[in-house]
């Protein structure tokens, strides 16, 4: 690997905590075929809140429904997507229009407005980058930062998940505190204000149920937690220098831990890991050419 510079996101710490041999397929670009659903379902909720947050802003919000249906529909027809038995694509349709419905009763109330960059433009889903030490090099896309009406810098990030996350996990999280980060190491383009508050808005994907006593999909009202403290930050630093020192010396380490906490049943390379098995998945050129030597 040599003296070039390792990248990594807060989401690859947290591949390195599960499994470093999961760690090391991922950054050599090894992935399935097939994308999984919640990954596509993702990406197009954000390109539609990202829609609606800077139209709003600029005073003329886009109802987000159209811009979800259209990147949903686009997604169907150049994606091949995995469905588990649980979920089909028109269920997860439904839901995501109910999300974005649901979404401005809960957005437009918090008075947020976006923070700037040295260009004008909002910092929502904008890629950092930030050197935390000599050839570790820390990256993460953040989906919202902004001014509360007090006028305190807070940083808010989107989840679809099946479950609202909880306080302590907020309160601990690796993202938020890369987040908080990055935005203090790229003050020079983004300004001097120190991060005030951190949540996740949880955009919980439940199926809708013409059931009156059924619970369907819910946007949760983000549950703030103060800033990491500078102690808590160079922790994270720490951590962040170790993973790249691993990543050099090459310890892939698998890491299936207690069978109630193991991350195997859910990783993508599963099969691979323990049979060899490539069937699934697609492996870059150069890394084919390297298994094939």
Not at 184 to 192: A, D, E, I, K, V
Request: glycine share 6%; net charge neutral.
């Amino acid at each position: 690997m040599g003296n070039e510079a390792i990248k990594l996101s807060a989401s690859q710490v947290v591949k390195g905590d599960e499994c470093m041999y999961q760690l090391k397929l991922y950054r050599q670009r090894v992935r399935r075929r097939a994308t999984s659903c919640n990954l596509v379902f993702g990406q197009c909720i954000d390109e539609a809140l990202r829609t609606y947050v800077t139209t709003a802003y600029a005073g003329s919000p886009t109802d987000p429904v159209p811009v979800f249906e259209q990147a949903w529909q686009k997604a169907l027809a150049s994606t091949e997507i995995s469905f588990p038995s649980t979920w089909s694509a028109e269920e997860l349709a439904r839901t995501g229009i109910r999300l974005l419905e649901l979404f401005p009763g809960v957005w437009d109330p918090l008075g947020l407005t976006p923070l700037l960059d040295d260009k004008g433009q909002p910092v929502m889903d904008v890629m950092l980058e930030a050197e935390i030490a000599p050839g570790v090099v820390l990256r993460g896309v953040l989906d919202f930062a902004g001014f509360n009406p007090a006028g305190d810098l807070v940083v808010v990030d989107y989840k679809t998940a099946a479950q609202a996350h909880d306080y302590y996990f907020a309160r601990k999280s690796d993202q938020l505190t890369a987040y908080q980060l990055l935005l203090t190491l790229n003050q020079q383009s983004l300004g001097p204000d120190p991060v005030k508050a951190l949540a996740f808005l949880d955009l919980v994907k439940r199926k809708v149920s013409s059931r009156s006593n059924s619970v369907g999909p819910e946007v949760c009202t983000p549950r703030w937690v103060p800033p990491r403290s500078q102690d808590e930050v160079n922790a994270f630093k720490q951590k962040v220098i170790w993973l790249a020192e691993d990543i050099r010396a090459r310890r892939w380490v698998q890491r299936p831990k207690m069978s109630f906490n193991s991350p195997c049943s859910q990783c993508d390379y599963k099969d691979y890991c323990l049979y060899g098995e490539k069937d699934g998945l697609v492996f870059p050129e150069d890394v084919a050419a390297s298994l094939a030597a």
